[in-house]
């Protein structure tokens, strides 16, 4: 078989950095290209759960790259390190489906970087890690159900598996299933095609823990709510602990009023995009754990440039390592300029306490003067509360420093502004649209 050239290799990694975006994950840096031959460049992947990734979510990626960097139709495949070592191996299929995951194979579920351990707490999403570290000490009598909700890529993911994790650790006779809402939906499906509704029930109502991930993709499906429903409520009957998330709110997700009046007997808590500082350390700590020595300047660069989300920094650390291992470039401010180009121009620009002031003055007609005065009425202690919690989550500085632009004020008036803005956004859905538009004028430098 053919081997790839280096720097064919090279110039295909150079086209995946520039187009790959989200889904570029961490352990792309060990990608191996094994041949190019007939038309069909062959790829090397760490294990099934990665080739499983890339063959749902990569191949176009991969194959547009590739016909890029060669000039030629090009196909691709992803193979494991089991079948790369068999020459007679019968070359793959592009795309497989997933097979039906059983109550026993949680262990392949989960994440191994997806613990406690590897989580970074802050401002952010502290409420929400500690419920979770909560439930797996005493699974079913504290936060039963426990909600999490929060924007893609903040974390929710990481600490329903993390939560798994330490149950199972602790109890390693614990039942516990953890899966998809896509995946509970198609099982459902499945069994009532089959005439097996009597083994789906067993499998989801006579467990410890159940954790379902996206719950709010029940929304448009009648009878998987009804089907949800009455297992809810064998398991909260039984005492066993229910773990779900969403990308919204209970009283957001358009699913059964008496689904969502469930979810709202335990304890419900938002995930936020993470500060300046949280950013840091995301970039610190996940960099160290691939094995990616990260220049201070470089971490900060990242950090002023992604201000999203957790996968988006943790792909960028991905995509700086993978153009620094084919190009032998040292990683560099340059180099992460380069590895991040098609990054969005707005996000580079440095948001100011300034910015914020603009938007918020003429927002609520009011002075700026007003809000640094010691003027207490609410015409004026709102916006003022609005600048500090904007203030804290769109720019680097601290509390103490955000307290003395505002009259000289004390960093637990600031603290208390975001927890009094963040209580009102989490209650009422009209002042969160506003507050997320003020922000994007913000970000938009408008």
């Not at 610190?284 to 999203?308: H, N, Q, T, W, Y």
Request: glycine share 6%; aromatic share 8%; charged share 25%.
């Amino acid at each position: 078989m053919a081997s790839v050239e280096r720097v064919l290799w090279q110039r295909i990694i150079q086209e995946v950095v520039a187009h790959g975006g989200n889904i570029i994950r961490p352990w792309f840096t060990q990608l191996e290209p094994i041949s190019l031959e007939h038309g069909l460049l062959e790829i090397q992947t760490p294990g099934k759960q990665e080739q499983e990734y890339c063959r749902t979510h990569a191949v176009g990626l991969f194959t547009g790259a590739a016909q890029n960097a060669t000039g030629r139709l090009v196909g691709v495949c992803f193979l494991t390190p089991a079948e790369s070592a068999d020459a007679n191996a019968p070359t793959p299929e592009l795309k497989t489906v997933a097979p039906i995951t059983e109550a026993g194979d949680i262990d392949r579920l989960l994440s191994a970087d997806y613990t406690f351990d590897g989580f970074v707490t802050g401002p952010c999403n502290r409420l929400a890690h500690a419920a979770c570290s909560a439930v797996s000490d005493s699974p079913g009598k504290t936060y039963n159900p426990l909600f999490l909700h929060g924007a893609s890529g903040l974390g929710k993911t990481h600490l329903l598996q993390a939560t798994c994790h330490k149950i199972i650790l602790d109890n390693p006779d614990a039942k516990v299933q953890f899966l998809t809402c896509e995946t509970f939906v198609n099982h459902f499906i499945d069994a009532v095609e089959n005439g097996d509704m009597h083994q789906f029930r067993y499998r989801y109502r006579h467990v410890d823990v159940l954790v379902i991930d996206d719950i709010q993709f029940l929304a448009d499906h009648e009878q998987s709510q009804e089907e949800f429903f009455h297992t809810f409520n064998t398991l909260y009957q039984s005492q066993k602990q229910i773990i779900l998330s969403s990308d919204r709110g209970p009283r957001d997700t358009a699913l059964e009023e008496r689904l969502i009046s469930r979810f709202n007997w335990g304890l419900v808590t938002r995930i936020d995009r993470p500060c300046y500082e949280t950013r840091i350390a995301i970039l610190r700590k996940k960099s160290r754990m691939r094995g990616v020595d990260l220049p201070e300047d470089v971490v900060c660069f990242i950090a002023g440039l992604i201000d999203s989300n957790t996968r988006e920094l943790e792909g960028a650390i991905a995509k700086i390592a993978m153009l620094s291992q084919v190009t032998n470039r040292e990683i560099t401010v340059a180099l992460a300029e380069d590895a991040l180009g098609g990054e969005s121009a707005q996000s580079r620009r440095e948001i100011t306490i300034d910015d914020i002031l603009n938007i918020v003055t003429n927002r609520y007609s009011i002075r700026l003067a007003d809000l640094q005065s010691k003027k207490r009425s609410r015409s004026i202690a709102l916006p003022r509360q609005i600048c500090m919690y904007l203030a804290r989550n769109l720019t680097r500085h601290s509390f103490e420093e955000i307290g003395g632009y505002f009259g000289g004020r004390d960093h637990t008036t600031v603290m208390h502004a975001n927890k009094t803005i963040e209580s009102m956004r989490e209650s009422d859905p009209q002042f969160q649209a506003s507050l997320e538009r003020i922000s994007e004028d913000i970000q938009a430098g408008l």
